[in-house]
């Protein structure tokens, strides 16, 4: 192996992954070797050849993967934990669409998306894949924050032409243009901070529209996000809107929207077995999110039918609709209602187990992102720094430890945030009111 | 009105209570007198004759009722957040039991005990009805601890003589006689810690023991707390215990343990109708623990069909079952499960507001103690002070900040704690590990 010592690190501690969504991997006092952003391995013993390099020793603490949300509306961060007493379309008329028609005005997204920044680095959220607003200048703002706080991030400024409220929807061509010049704005300006086409969903995009943006993912191999199935009324919607397709998943499909580039669906909470399969064969990445779809009413996701289809499955925050930040949180909900899942299945589909959940909100949502999630060898060096001692950890194994921190675990008991190998500085936060 | 002035304190904020399920009070810089440990009342102008008084403002915070947690196990703290991953009949015996049957040593509850007491305090809850071990001295360990740190609490040694392992089991007449030690003991020695019978749950109490039990509760007046109807393995198996009785709730209230003295049962996952009805008609109040009852597969219990028959229901976190010891988590979720209630009962079974939940954290609990619960005249004045300007509350009204602080907020917000008009410091915790 040729390697140059002055670029890598090592790091000694408690060190914790999952490489696969059945293996949960636990190194007592170990070594985790990294050269500039990438792991080289981890080891029980250092090995001769890294004897001369840098040791950060973290002692007691836990080091495991950053975590990665799949699915995050930043405009929709000032109304997290208020209005949840709606389903999602009059949720979306009546609280939603109001609060991000602030971002048209730049002065609003200069108050809101510093806070949104950090609320993501004090959650050890060192991965995301956010929605932004319509609007062009705001979305632009939150991609250069996400650049200048060392945050990996895929940032969509959103498409909506139709069905919506008058002060936010958008003309056509506009927002098909503005979304051009976002992508080669930002095409090639940091390797963690990039664009991706956001269509809000089905109801609120026209077919020329969707159409357009499929040929832009095609054109500029960009990446792909919106929703899918959240709401029983969503779905009787695009039923009505789109009485001769197939189902939802083939609009999406026949628009070159569905996994033609790396493309993430959010909630699937309603999909039939064929748009499931659908997924699976277009490799189209499901974002789970418990905490919204209690919120809004709209139900629990069968994950474990979309494991068993071999669906790639990783975890969403969805803030606003959910209402915290953290992705630990996500991971404990995900497996409470699999439980209720299971009970409601007759007990055929199996409770999602906390080790499948944790790697769904590291490796699972991570692989979106390339090599990101693990500390396998060749993958970026994400990493959160954990010191969960307050949380009584004596007698404890590194497994348990690691259950009890995301069970009841807080921002209080991260020290640091690696992201492909640097450690990420608190961004600045505006004042507080 | 004649009240001796020098006992008159004014508390000046934002101040938010409900006395009913259907009303949510706020009263924006307000002020709340307090005479000794009891409310006088709420006023938006401080009456004249209180104009001489001390005045405690504080400012833009917002002053809430303390909250209530009518069910949690003290000696299940050392295990919140670990082993989930079994229904309750194989958790109580390969998690629970184990744990608990620690407490025969003094030492481990003057480990843990302190904890747990800190816990309840930092999380902001005033008053709790706990389960201790069966364990006589550090179940009195831990009625003293609770009379030393001066918050509220019904506190009970458990009875189990059957069903349960040999290192836990209890014989009957010991059991007996150290449960009458404990009431005789501390039935004066405070006016806010009392003990209360905690027969564990049918299963594993004889029925010559409830027979006692039963008799104890009138004799002495003593309340009752149990668990009734958590999950289907444990409603089975009743069944085959006592295959003679009408239904699970015949048996306790055959026994005298089911609203002859205020009563409290945990969980009421799988009531029958006749059930329910019993116990609207017996007063027996119901703790729901949503949190539990996903933790451990047990299922939602319907609350709307229990509010709808007047059953008074309450929240508890049932940790080490549910894993936070925060009631606003209980509230928030306790939204989140009715939600998928209303959902599975075909859109019969409303779902919950937060200002019901919110209630019943608070007065709804809080009635068990008595006055206790809200601000209205001649309750006991507990009380939070809470700083929720990190939360971004910025024209916000005094119900959006209260929802906000409830689903997003946490210990951290909370600045004092009071309960029966004392101020509340913080009790002592073991050193870290």
């Known amino acids: 192996m040729t390697t140059d010592h002055e670029h890598i690190t090592v790091y000694k501690g408690n060190i914790v992954d999952s490489p696969s969504m059945e293996e949960l991997r636990t190194l007592e006092n170990g070594y985790l070797v990294v050269n500039g952003d990438r792991v080289i391995g981890t080891y029980a013993t250092l090995p001769e050849e890294y004897k001369g390099c840098a040791i950060t020793d973290y002692g007691h603490r836990i080091i495991l993967p950053g ?12 109304n997290r934990g208020l209005g949840l007493d709606k389903e999602l379309l009059p949720w979306l008329e009546e609280y939603t669409f ?58 969509g400024k959103v498409n909506m032409d139709r069905n919506c409220p008058e002060f936010i929807v958008e003309d056509s061509d506009q927002s098909l243009s503005e979304t051009l010049e976002i992508i080669e704005k930002y095409a090639d300006q940091s390797d963690l901070v990039r664009p991706i086409l956001t ?23 960009v990446f792909v996000q919106s929703h ?4 029983q009324g969503e779905v009787d919607w695009v039923k009505e809107l789109h009485p001769d397709s197939l189902d939802y998943a083939s609009i999406y499909h026949d628009y070159g929207l569905f996994g033609h580039q790396p493309t993430i ?3 699937c909470v309603f999909n039939t077995e064929k748009e499931i399969e659908l997924m699976a064969k277009s490799g189209v990445y499901a974002a789970h999110c418990p905490h919204a779809n209690y919120n809004l009413a709209s139900g629990i996701m069968p994950v474990r039918n979309f494991l068993n289809k071999g669906v790639s499955v990783g975890l969403g925050t969805d803030v606003g609709a959910g209402h915290q930040v953290s992705i630990p ?26 080790s499948e959940v944790f790697y769904m909100g ?3 949502g991570g692989r979106f992102f390339g090599k990101v999630g693990s500390f396998e060898a060749d993958y970026a060096f994400d990493a959160l720094v954990v010191d969960d001692r307050e949380l009584g950890t004596l007698n404890l194994t590194l497994k348990e430890r690691l259950e009890r921190y995301l069970y009841i675990g807080d921002d209080r008991h991260i020290e640091k945030r690696y992201v492909a190998g640097k450690e990420v500085p608190e961004p600045k936060k505006l004042p507080d009111l």
Chains 1, 2 share one sequence.
């Open 67 to 78: 975590f990665v949300d799949l699915h995050f509306h930043a405009p929709q961060f000032a």
């Open 199 to 221: 269509p809000r969903f089905v109801p609120v995009c026209s077919t020329p529209l969707m159409e357009k943006l499929g040929a832009f993912a095609r054109d500029h191999s």
């Open 265 to 267: 669906m959010a909630h």
């Open 98 to 155: 109001p609060e991000e028609s602030k971002f048209k005005d730049l002065s609003y997204a200069k108050e809101i998306y510093p806070q949104v920044v950090h609320a993501l680095w004090k959650n050890g959220t060192t991965r995301s894949v956010i929605f932004g607003s319509v609007h062009k200048e705001s979305t632009e703002f939150l991609l250069d924050l996400f650049i200048d706080a060392g945050l990996g991030a895929f940032v």
């Open 362 to 364: 590291t490796k699972g």
């Open 228 to 231: 899918i199935s959240e709401n």
């Open 329 to 354: 949180k996500v991971m404990t909900a995900a497996v409470q209602a699999s439980k209720i899942k299971w009970l409601e299945s007759g007990k055929t589909l199996d409770p999602l187990k906390l």
